[in-house]
């Protein structure tokens, strides 16, 4: 199970923090990411970090977003800064536990997802 938390109203230029609390499963044991949904468009991927610790990125949040993992904690962050309008959307973490393969930026190679949380970006 996966709770994703910290989303919010913030100002254009803002930063806001995502956290992703997993249960029944250690994150550092597997692949996890985000996606995010705008009203009437498809499910994106923004950040993604494979059970290596290695990170990566959509081109349009490089350089603003951060992905991070705290197996202590057992959660997943993505930090973001420097958020535009453009980035409104619902935030849904998702997890893979076979945790193989390369860098995955289709929805369809997670099996977990949690139920999302809104951000919204005013201009």
């Known amino acids: 199970q996966l709770q994703a938390s910290g989303g919010g109203l913030v100002q254009a230029g803002g930063s806001l923090t995502l956290s992703c609390a997993a249960s029944g499963r250690r994150v550092s044991l597997s692949d996890m990411a985000w996606f995010r949904q705008a009203p009437g468009k498809e499910r994106e991927f923004v950040a993604g970090i494979k059970r290596s610790g290695n990170s990566y990125y959509a081109d349009s949040v490089k350089g603003r977003f951060s992905i991070s993992r705290d197996s202590a904690k057992n959660t997943v962050d993505l930090q973001m800064i420097s958020l535009e309008p453009e980035d409104t959307a619902v935030y849904y973490c998702?997890?893979?536990?076979?945790?193989?393969?390369?860098?995955?930026?289709?929805?369809?190679?997670?099996?977990?997802w949690g139920q999302g949380t809104q951000v919204t970006v005013s201009s």
């Open positions: 998702t997890l893979d536990i076979t945790a193989s393969g390369g860098y995955k930026y289709y929805a369809g190679a997670y099996e977990y």
